[in-house]
Structure formats: C-alpha cells, structure tokens
C-alpha cells in the first residue's frame, strides 16, 4: 500500500520537522503563540523581533519558510521583503506576511515588494500549518 | 454618528467599546464606556502623547476535550494587538505605554472560572510586551461599569447590579477573523 494512510506516525512527523521556519514579530506574546502553534506541529521554529533581527540572522543561517508582521520598528515587513528579493540567497525564499492589516492596498504593495502570501491575524494554526506545508520547497 | 457613540449635553462624546472591539482616540472630549462581566477591558495610555485605547474581549472557551492551552489566544492577542496598532497610528510609542486592567468576574457560574482565565491572559500580556501595569481591578463575582478619557487616562470604575452586564458567551470568531490564507 502506498496511500498515505499507510505511513507510519513516525515517518510524518520526520517530513514536518525538516521544514524550518522563520518568524518576525515585535510582539513577544505573538511570538510565543507562534512558537507553541508550529512546534507542536512538528515545525522547526526560529525567530526574530524584526525585520533588521531577521535579515542579519538569515545572512548566517538557512530557513524553509519566513512567516513575518508588517508593522515592526527598525525595519517593517516590507522593508524585510523587498531586501530579501534583492539578495542572492533568498531571492526565491517562500515569505508569508502574518497581519492584522486588512487593507487592499497594504496586501497590494506585499505582492508587488514579493510576497508569497497574505495571512490575515487572528490567524488560524491548522491554516497557517496547510499554507506552510504548501509553500516550502 | 453610529448608534454606539452619542453626544451629551456636556459636550462629552461617548463611545461604547463592545466585546471584539478595540478603539483609541487623543480627543479631550471623547469617553470610552463599556460594562464587564467575564469580559476584561484593557485601558492603555501613553502619557507623552496624550493618547487612550480601550479593549473588551473574552477569550473562546476551550472544548471540554482540550486542556487549558487550547484557548483561542490568538484572538486575545489580536484585539491587543489591533488595540496598540491603532494607537500606534494617532502617534502613541509603545514602550511608554501603562496599562489598567478590569473585568473578568466569574459572573457566569455555567462558564467555570472564564473570568480567571481571562484575567490571566490580559496580565500575561501585559507583562510578556513588557507594558507596565499600573493598576487592575479584576476577578470577584461583580459586574463592572467602566468610563475612560483616552486623552488623559483617567479611568472611573464602578460595581453595577449584575443585570446590567451583558450576558458574555465565549467568543466565537467573527467570520471577518477567520485568519484567511491567500497565496499569491
């Protein structure tokens, strides 16, 4: 049998902890709901209080996925976008944008700076785990 | 003018912070109002600024199945967050920002100990953002008025007769909250 019912527990849990994420929000409260949230489900969790934490972290390290805010101080989530499409490394790095921006024209300007999806707060865990699962590479 | 605000015959404008709301205003004449049971309403203020918000939620209610970390916390971090972003727009600067906390009585004796849970959280939240708390009046089995002037802080709160608490049910997410996904 090759259904995925057939797969032991232990091989599914081994496939979700491969995928690394990275997430960025000034919020320490967000944060830890993000961390209990994604590691509970088998992710692997690293993270940054904002887009200037974020972009010296990942010229070091390597990540499957960047889930991250708009509003931050230093440098906002769009800043971090834009600067991450501009580096060789993570020009192609599947990026959510996690907000409580409703907006059109915000969602319009995370598109056109290259993001790859738009994740309206309060998010909702299984979701955000199905759209991560479905962007990492 | 919405059915939530009304001008008095003081001048005062008077706006009613409902449960999933959150409102901030630096306008002298505006007065945030609402009445709690379970509910808790958090009153942030940046004493630079001159700049007041106001929240009122419930946290949804676990199912019996679940432990306690199954609450909703993200809607409660939601309307906090919403909170400080709007006030984050009239110019308020987070880290100066002092928060007061009311409401969360166990009013409801079918809903267990929500208000606790509730209280917990807002004091949790509090202390996670590094918000100082400047004062709190919550728990106990009473319903509570409360009044507060965004512009200058000030916070009147008052025990009313539990039957003017509205009857607080745990939260289910309105449709407009339902953390939609959307790939590009």
Same mark, same amino acid.
């Given at each position: ?7 032991p ?6 496939t ?9 929000d ?12 994604l590691?509970s489900?088998? !992710? ?6 904002d ?6 972290w ?5 990540? *499957?996925? +960047? +889930?991250? *805010? +708009?509003n ?5 989530? !769009?800043g ?6 501009g580096?060789?490394?993570h020009?192609?790095r599947? +990026?959510?944008?996690?907000?409580t @921006?409703?907006s059109?024209?915000k969602?319009?300007? %995370?598109? @056109?700076?290259? %993001?790859t ?6 998010f *909702? ?6 759209a991560l699962?479905?962007v990492?590479h | 003018?919405? $059915?939530?605000?009304s001008?008095?015959s003081?001048? $005062?404008?008077r706006?009613?912070?409902?449960q999933?709301?959150?409102k901030?205003?630096?306008d002298?004449?505006v007065e #945030?109002?609402?009445?709690l049971?379970?509910c &808790? ?19 949804a209610?676990?199912?019996?199945s679940?432990?306690? =970390? ?5 809607y409660?971090l #939601?309307?906090m ?6 006030m /984050? ?5 987070k880290h100066?920002?002092?928060?007061r906390?009311?409401?969360? =009585?166990? $009013?409801?004796?079918?809903?267990g100990e ?6 917990? #959280?807002a ?5 996670g953002?590094?918000i100082?708390?400047a #004062?709190e009046? /919550?728990e106990?089995?009473?319903?509570r008025r409360?009044h507060?002037?965004?512009a200058s802080?000030?916070?009147k709160c008052?025990?009313?007769a539990? $039957?003017s ?6 939260l ?6 339902l953390?939609? &996904?959307?790939l590009?």
């Amino acid at each position: 049998m090759s259904d995925v019912n057939s797969i032991p527990p232990q091989s599914l849990e081994t496939t979700q902890s491969s995928v690394r994420v990275l997430t960025v929000d000034d919020s320490a409260s967000m944060r830890a709901l993000l961390r209990s949230a994604l590691t509970s489900r088998g !992710f692997a969790v690293e993270q940054a209080e904002d887009g200037q934490e974020a972009l010296e972290w990942l010229a070091s390290n390597e990540v *499957d996925v +960047i +889930i991250t *805010d +708009i509003n931050m101080p230093r440098l906002d989530g !769009f800043g971090l976008i834009e600067k991450l499409r501009g580096s060789a490394l993570h020009a192609d790095r599947p +990026i959510l944008v996690l907000t409580t @921006e409703s907006s059109n024209e915000k969602k319009q300007r %995370a598109r @056109e700076a290259g %993001a790859t999806g738009w994740i309206v707060k309060p998010f *909702d865990a299984e979701k955000l785990t199905t759209a991560l699962r479905r962007v990492a590479h | 003018m919405s $059915i939530a605000t009304s001008l008095g015959s003081d001048n $005062i404008i008077r706006m009613s912070v409902l449960q999933g709301e959150a409102k901030a205003s630096s306008d002298p004449k505006v007065e #945030f109002g609402t009445v709690l049971g379970s509910c &808790v309403a958090t009153c942030l203020y940046d004493p630079v600024a001159r700049i007041g918000g106001m929240n009122h939620f419930l946290l949804a209610e676990p199912p019996e199945s679940l432990s306690r =970390s199954a609450f909703d916390g993200s809607y409660g971090l #939601f309307l906090m967050e919403k909170l400080i972003n709007e006030m /984050l727009k009239l110019g308020a600067v987070k880290h100066r920002l002092k928060g007061r906390l009311y409401g969360g =009585s166990n $009013i409801n004796r079918d809903l267990g100990e929500i208000g606790t849970r509730n209280a917990a #959280f807002a004091r949790e939240f509090l202390r996670g953002e590094g918000i100082e708390k400047a #004062f709190e009046d /919550l728990e106990g089995e009473h319903a509570r008025r409360i009044h507060f002037r965004p512009a200058s802080g000030l916070v009147k709160c008052r025990s009313v007769a539990d $039957i003017s608490a509205p009857k607080d049910k745990p939260l289910v997410r309105p449709k407009s909250a339902l953390g939609t &996904v959307e790939l590009f």
